[in-house]
Each structure stands twice: as structure tokens, then as C-alpha cells.
């Protein structure tokens, strides 16, 4: 720093400098394209929105459990008890600092205002906060510098682990307080994009200050654990850690939406064809009172629907692409007329079928603690099998549970063989994408107009899965997470004119604008949408 400056110049240098004022990096024929799709004005505020936190949490209630009002009161105890200046898990209650207002009173607890979300709280938060880090005028500020990735989590929330530190100042030892500021992404002389985590890079991207959970030789040396408590940061979001297990679920507001546009009904069966990471999942499950069956194509999801003591859910390991049986593949065993059929889960590399079972013929009920059973066909005496625990509390409660509304009971996946035409009541395609809608996101040069392009062809193939899947008279709905109109509106286009049986329905409940409608040709004339 120039040493002429005068003592307010340089806090004035200072205070522009240590600040949170990012800004998102667009590919130059990417940025085109939105602005033209939005208008520039309006892609602007969008792009600049990108890339700061909500400033409130979403909550949705497992009604299952209990009751919006009756986690709303505990939620609000919680805070009573914790104090005003402590809020829920650390989140300080009123001191806004120039960031977003409460909502009613600066209650920090409030019920979703938008029609048929009457199972979602908000939890306020607040910011930007303004942070003073230049504590003792008389010593530089120790600094450790986090990847794009860990800063994204931090402004979720996180606290700062190891694997996400980039660069850390010199002489850092434990219990040292420090700035944490983020290295975004800058062009290359490649035409690419590198991390760059000069000083000067940094103007504006100081997201908080913590205490240094160990020295800096130790935060270098060991692969894994905390390097930095965050004690301040530039928004403040409550945790939940710990928080009503079982009886809330943190989850996006828009996946909530997405889950009740599909209205499940209890008996009927769903397709969630992409279904990681569960939380669309479980809400179905939730809205269907846990009854009837919900295909899930992946296998993560046992243990979350598990966690929430959900039955009619079934996570199999299937490329969506494939989802579609062909229909003389199918391999039935049984009779038309005869007892309850329930199917039989065999292993991952066996052949697929559907066996009768006669639970009066096992030696092992729902609860026993039996690992396996001995479960024999009645006509043939001598043929015996061994089915696991696990699966035979899933043919009880398939029995139980009954089929969908157009009587089919379905079966499990192997071998990618996947699911019968016209099989599913309702299917959810909630289609990998672009993600350029997720937020935080401090940086989106990765994205291409050929990327995006494919992003968007990759969506259509799997649609084209959803319509042959789904019965006459049923329902697709189909959601993103992006921003780009190639994945979003495009598709709808092209769903309606391919497929002329389908019919554009109304959604509720229905949270944003309308869609965009016209069409883009760049001035290059490479690419038309």
C-alpha cells in the first residue's frame, strides 16, 4: 500500500476490500444467450442473486409424524429458550446489520405464505453482514483461503474443512482468529480457467472469520477434520443439526413444489426416475400417507427412507435411459385368479420374475429376527430357496400396501431390464441439468453452449422414457434446477409437438412467473433454441 495514503483512505481501501461483493463469470456466448432469453436488465439481477445465499431456511414437516403447527411451536421454544442472541444452533435472532428484514415482528419462525404449502415453515436468517476483520490495526490480518466448492458450503452454513483450504498465511498456530476469503476461477492464457489465489483476486470475496481448529503445518499435513470454526459470517443461517430428527426435513422450497405439483395419491404407483438424493422422494411418500409404492432409481435412498420410517418406498440402481422394459422380456410366474402375489427381490445378478408367495409358507413373520427363510412353491415341494429378512418384510408390505390405482404391482429392476410400458400412475423426472439455478454459486464459466446443448438433448432422451412409462390418463411432471431456458421451456416445446396426446397441465401450487416464450438464434448463427 502506498505509504503517502492518508490513515481514511486506507480504512476506506480496506473496508472496499475486505467485503462479500462477488461476481458471477459467464462464457461470453452464455452470458448472450441469457440476456437475450431474459433481457439483459433482468439476466443481471438474476446473475447477481446467483450468487449469495437464501436468507431463509425451508423446512418441510413429515406429517406422518406431526403437525406445521405443532413443529412450528417447538421450533419457536427452541428459540425462546436459546435466548434472542442465540437462536437456533447459533443463529443470532435481530441484528440484521442492513441485510434482508424479518418477516411478522421479526418472528424468525413463519408458515410458507403460498397456497398448498401448508406443510413448510421458513426459518429466517440474515445478511450481508458487514464484518470488521482489521482488529488490531497494529498486525496484518492472518488469512486462510477456501476453494469456490468449500465457500459455496460455508455460506450455506459449514463450517471450513480441511480438504477445501487452498492457501493459509504463514505463522498460523491454534485459537488464531482468521479471515476466510475464497478463490474464484480466472481466465487462463489457455482460454481456460485456473484458481488463482492472489491477493488481489481476493477484493470482495471475504465470506467470514473463524478460529483456526489447528496450526497450519497440521492443517497441510492431515487429509481430513476441521480447519476453521466459523465464528462470524457474511449471512448467518440457522443449523439443524440434531434439531426434531424424524420430524423435519431441510429441503429447497422448489423441490418441495415439485413434489406436490405430481399430487401422488395413497395406492398409487410413482416413478422418481432420478432420485438422488431422496428428499423429492420421501415428500411423496409423505403426501401418499405412505401407501402404495414409489419406485426409485437409486439405490441411496434405503437408508433415508428408512430414517423416516417410510415403507412404500423401493430404491433400485437403474440408468434412467433404460427404464423402459421391453415387454417380451417380461417373465411371469403364477396364475390369473389364484392367492395375493407379492413379489420376490432376488439378488442384483439373478434373473428378473415375479413369484407368487404364499406367506403362510414361510417360517419367519415381518418380526422375526430370522436372517433368512426357507421358502418353498406349493406344488413342488422339494424346490426350496433362501429369501433374506429384508425381503420378505418388503412382500408383506407389498401385500399390504396393495397395488396402484391401475392395478399393477410391478417388480424389481435387474440386469437393467427396467419397467413395463404404461406401468406408473404419476412419474417425476426431476432431470439432471445444468444446475445454474443452485444458490450460492460463485462461479459458472464451466458451462458452454455446447454443454448446455447437450445438458438439454441428455433431458430429452429421458423424457421420452417418462411418456412410455406412464399410463393413459396419467401424470409427468418434470422439473430443473437451471436457469436455462434450453432445459426448461425448450423441453416443454418439444414434449408437446413430438408427443400430440400430451396436454399442458395447470401446476399447483404455482410459485413464480410465466415461462419464456419465443425463440434465440445467436449472432454467429451457431446455435438456434
Request: with cysteine; charged share 25%.
Amino acid at each position: 500500500m502506498d505509504s503517502s495514503a492518508s490513515p481514511t483512505a486506507a480504512a476506506a481501501a480496506d473496508a472496499d476490500r475486505y467485503t462479500y461483493s462477488p461476481r458471477l463469470r459467464w462464457q461470453p456466448e452464455v452470458e448472450e444467450y441469457f440476456a437475450a432469453a431474459y433481457g439483459r436488465d433482468r439476466f443481471a439481477r438474476i446473475s447477481e442473486a446467483l450468487a449469495h445465499p437464501s436468507c431463509y431456511s425451508c423446512i418441510r414437516v413429515n406429517t406422518l409424524k406431526s403437525s406445521t403447527d405443532a413443529v412450528m411451536h417447538k421450533l419457536m421454544n427452541l428459540v425462546d429458550q436459546n435466548g434472542l442472541c442465540g437462536g437456533i444452533n447459533g443463529l443470532e435472532i435481530g441484528q440484521q446489520n442492513g441485510g434482508e428484514q424479518a418477516h411478522e415482528g421479526n418472528s424468525v419462525v413463519h408458515k410458507c405464505p403460498y397456497s398448498g404449502l401448508d406443510n413448510v415453515l421458513f426459518v429466517q436468517g440474515s445478511g450481508p453482514h458487514a464484518l470488521h476483520y482489521n482488529s488490531q490495526p497494529d498486525q496484518s490480518i492472518k488469512e486462510v483461503i477456501v476453494s469456490r466448492k468449500c465457500a459455496e458450503s460455508v455460506l450455506r452454513g459449514a463450517q471450513v474443512y480441511i480438504p477445501g483450504v487452498l492457501a493459509c498465511s504463514s505463522h498460523v498456530e491454534k485459537g488464531d482468529k482468521v479471515a476466510v476469503s475464497v478463490a474464484i476461477e480466472q481466465p487462463a492464457e489457455d482460454g481456460g480457467w485456473t484458481v488463482d489465489a492472489h491477493h488481489e483476486e481476493r477484493k470482495g470475496l471475504y465470506i467470514g472469520q473463524g478460529i483456526t481448529a489447528m496450526s497450519r503445518s497440521g492443517i497441510f499435513r492431515v487429509p481430513h477434520g476441521v480447519a476453521v470454526e466459523m465464528t462470524e459470517r457474511v449471512y448467518k443461517l440457522p443449523s439443524f443439526n440434531d434439531v426434531l430428527e424424524g420430524e423435519i426435513f431441510l429441503q429447497n422450497l422448489p423441490s418441495v413444489v415439485a413434489a406436490r405439483v405430481l399430487d401422488p395419491q395413497p395406492g398409487e404407483r410413482i416413478l422418481d426416475m432420478c432420485a438422488a438424493p431422496g428428499g423429492k422422494t420421501t415428500a411423496i411418500a409423505i403426501l401418499m400417507k405412505d401407501q402404495g409404492e414409489i419406485i426409485a432409481l437409486d439405490r441411496s435412498h434405503n437408508k433415508l427412507a428408512a430414517e423416516m420410517d417410510l415403507n412404500c418406498i423401493k430404491a433400485y440402481k437403474l440408468d434412467a435411459l433404460k427404464s423402459v422394459r421391453k415387454t417380451n422380456e417380461a417373465k411371469y410366474i403364477g396364475e390369473a385368479g389364484s392367492r395375493t402375489d407379492a413379489i420376490v427381490t432376488l439378488a442384483e445378478d439373478s434373473e428378473p420374475c415375479i413369484n407368487k408367495v404364499d406367506a403362510g409358507t414361510t417360517n419367519a413373520s415381518e418380526d422375526s429376527s430370522t436372517r433368512s427363510v426357507v421358502q418353498t412353491d406349493n406344488k413342488k415341494t422339494d424346490d426350496k430357496r433362501y429369501v433374506s429378512k429384508a425381503d420378505l418384510r418388503k412382500n408383506l408390505r407389498r401385500m399390504r400396501n396393495g397395488p396402484g390405482r391401475n392395478n399393477c404391482s410391478g417388480g424389481r429392476v435387474e440386469n437393467s431390464k427396467g419397467f413395463l410400458p404404461n406401468s406408473f400412475d404419476r412419474v417425476l423426472l426431476d432431470a439432471p441439468c445444468s444446475a445454474l439455478g443452485l444458490r450460492p454459486r460463485l462461479f459458472a464459466g464451466e458451462e458452454t453452449l455446447e454443454s448446455l446443448r447437450n445438458h438439454a438433448t441428455y433431458q430429452r432422451r429421458m423424457f421420452d422414457q417418462a411418456v412410455k412409462l406412464v399410463r393413459p390418463g396419467g401424470v409427468i411432471v418434470y422439473s430443473t434446477c437451471t436457469i436455462n431456458p434450453g432445459e426448461n421451456e425448450a423441453l416443454v416445446r418439444y414434449a408437446l409437438d413430438k408427443y400430440k396426446f400430451l396436454s399442458l397441465g395447470s401446476q399447483h401450487p404455482k410459485v413464480g412467473g410465466p415461462g419464456i416464450v419465443g425463440s434465440f438464434e445467436l449472432s454467429t448463427k451457431k446455435y438456434t433454441e
